[in-house]
């Protein structure tokens, strides 16, 4: 119900933007979320926002180089991801739960995942 895209391999310093087409139910009333996860590490978060798109949150490695937003019509949650550095290379996820406040940023609240997409930063 969740596709991650935009995936790819990126020079350090280089931009990416990642897409999440939700289908089979409308997510426009959920938060949605982007977390990582880099080989032998556990999943991470990165960003989320919440349903009317008003507040976002971000993890402290990617604040002011990420961006995230939505567009409730399409369905779809995006990430922005300028000025890339090799740390930022894993598997990327985009992931919906219920709607809550403060926004969470633990794996355990979102019920609806992406299949991920894969993105490799180079130096």
């Known amino acids: 119900q969740l596709q991650a895209s935009g995936g790819g391999l990126v020079q350090a310093g280089g931009s990416l933007r990642l897409s999440c087409a939700a289908s089979?139910?409308?997510?426009?009333?959920?938060?949605m979320g982007w977390f990582r996860q880099a080989p032998g590490k556990e999943r991470e978060f990165v960003a989320a926002?919440?349903?009317?798109?008003?507040?976002?949150i971000y993890a402290d490695s990617v604040k002011g180089r990420f961006t995230i937003s939505r567009d409730n019509a399409k369905n779809a949650v995006y990430l922005q991801m300028n000025n890339l550095k090799p740390g930022d290379t894993a598997v990327y996820y985009c992931?919906?739960?219920?709607?809550?406040?403060?926004?969470?940023?633990?794996?355990?609240?979102?019920?609806?995942w992406g299949q991920g997409t894969q993105v490799t930063v180079s130096s």
């Open positions: 089979g139910r409308t997510f426009s009333s959920d938060i």
């Open positions: 926002i919440t349903w009317g798109g008003g507040t976002t």
């Open positions: 992931a919906a739960g219920p709607p809550t406040l403060p926004l969470p940023t633990g794996t355990r609240h979102y019920n609806y």
